[in-house]
């Protein structure tokens, strides 16, 4: 050990321990367990019993065979209980824990996914994507997936509509998708959706609904253009267990305004992100983290009766944005 205590205030600090090891470290705290944290008001006899039950809850998967599962099954065992024994959970908590899991069960259907509204609220889905997409040479960086895409989204040609009659001012997007050296990619895949103006998307309304939620494909050029909806805040669905969470935490259950995309082609990293007006109200407290600098682009507003970049008449003013797609190699 280095240190008899250096401690600097927060019950997290680790220290130099090794596992399973137990110290008095002051009047009523002690150190314990393999990730060294500082539990006080623990007696070192109740932390060896609570240490007990996790080296036998990590012992019961010595007989798995599969490497992967072991590890993530230990490790998440050992944070879990670090945590319990870190807050000192009553039962209470727990119990109340359990009920707010189950309620997230009940009010998911194939619409909506509470639990993945849960995950991006905590940042788990922010981070497990910042894990999962490794930065390479430029490409696009990914955000979160969120909880409305579906697989049946209608295919569009270049140039056309992909609102369906949503409301929301007109956004005609555009750009290209090349790889990491710049080499454009025709036949790359693109999926888009997004909120209507007033912040709620199609299966919203109806399961069965298909409008601002589309695919198209880049032409030769490895280039792409369409017509969307210039993105608005909105709140995510906070009339559950999720959005009782974030009122009694004080914060706010508004997502940044976004247009989601989602861009495949052979040989290449799939890539899931958004990308956010400038100056958006929201700026960057988005309620599920996605935001990144790099994925912020202007959105001009354009004043009635300015040609659009297709001829199509617009009954009134609309956006315009520029979105070059750098897909990473797959296996990066």
Known sequence: MTSKHTQTGHPDTHLDVAPNEVEELEEGSVQSGAHGRIYRDVTPEQAAVEQTLVDAVVASFDACEDPRLKEVMVSLVKH?????????????????????????????????????????????????????????????????????????????????????????????????????????????????????????????????????????????????????????PYPIPHDGPVGKMLSAVGRSPLRASHLHFMVSHEGCRTLVTHIFPTGDPIGKADTVFGIKDSLIKDFPRQPAGTPTPNGREVDGTWSRVRFDIVLAPSGV
């Open 80 to 232: 879990m209980h670090s945590f319990i024994r870190e807050v000192r959970l009553t039962e209470k908590e727990w119990g109340t824990a359990i009920e707010f899991l189950t309620a997230a069960g009940h009010i998911t259907d194939d619409v909506r996914q509470e639990f993945i509204l849960l995950s991006d609220t905590l940042g788990a889905s922010m981070q497990t994507i910042n894990v999962n997409n490794l930065a390479y040479k430029g490409a696009t960086e990914a955000t979160v997936f969120g909880p409305f895409f579906v697989e049946d989204a209608p295919e569009i040609a270049n140039g056309e509509d992909m609102a369906f009659g949503a409301p929301g001012e007109p956004c005609w997007v555009e750009g290209t998708v090349t790889d990491t050296d710049g080499k454009p990619l025709a036949g790359a895949r693109i999926e888009v959706w997004e909120a209507d103006e007033d912040g709620l998307y199609d299966v919203q309304y109806d399961a069965g609904k298909r409008a601002a939620r589309a695919h198209l494909f880049t032409d030769e050029n490895g280039e792409y253009r369409f017509w969307g909806l210039t993105p608005t």
